[in-house]
């Protein structure tokens, strides 16, 4: 349940921070140039500071998340699949280990 959550909050960290991203102001303008005239909804410095905070901090919660998710998900993991392959092998076969050519064998030359 709860990675499930952490999984759906991931994916919508995601959006938001790529939306974020492409809505900051770059040397080619990005998607900045279609939201209009936007200077007085974030303040007199424009959207720059403000869409930079929100980047900083979507960021953030995105790498918290991960680190959340890999810890959960290293939680529950707690057979690896070697051990799955170790227990379908049959112990009632018997194996023997080789045994050497003798130096009979070696000297019919």
């Not at 905070?53 to 998710?69: E, S, Y």
């Given at each position: 349940?709860?990675?499930?959550f952490?999984l759906?909050v991931?994916?919508?960290?995601?959006?938001?921070?790529v939306i974020?991203?492409?809505?900051?102001?770059?040397?080619?303008?990005?998607?900045g140039?279609?939201s209009?005239?936007?200077?007085?909804?974030?303040?007199?410095k424009g959207?720059?500071?403000?869409l930079a905070r929100?980047?900083?901090t979507?960021g953030?919660?995105?790498v918290?998340?991960?680190?959340?998710?890999?810890?959960m998900y290293?939680?529950e993991?707690?057979?690896?699949?070697?051990?799955d392959?170790?227990?379908?092998?049959?112990k009632?076969?018997?194996?023997?280990?080789?045994t050497l050519p003798?130096?009979?064998?070696n000297?019919?030359?």
């Amino acid at each position: 349940m709860t990675t499930s959550f952490l999984l759906i909050v991931q994916i919508v960290l995601v959006i938001v921070l790529v939306i974020a991203v492409l809505l900051q102001k770059s040397s080619s303008i990005g998607l900045g140039a279609y939201s209009g005239s936007n200077e007085s909804v974030f303040g007199a410095k424009g959207p720059n500071s403000f869409l930079a905070r929100v980047t900083f901090t979507i960021g953030f919660l995105f790498v918290v998340n991960t680190i959340a998710l890999g810890y959960m998900y290293s939680k529950e993991a707690k057979r690896s699949v070697i051990d799955d392959v170790a227990a379908k092998v049959d112990k009632s076969v018997e194996v023997t280990a080789p045994t050497l050519p003798t130096k009979e064998a070696n000297n019919s030359k």
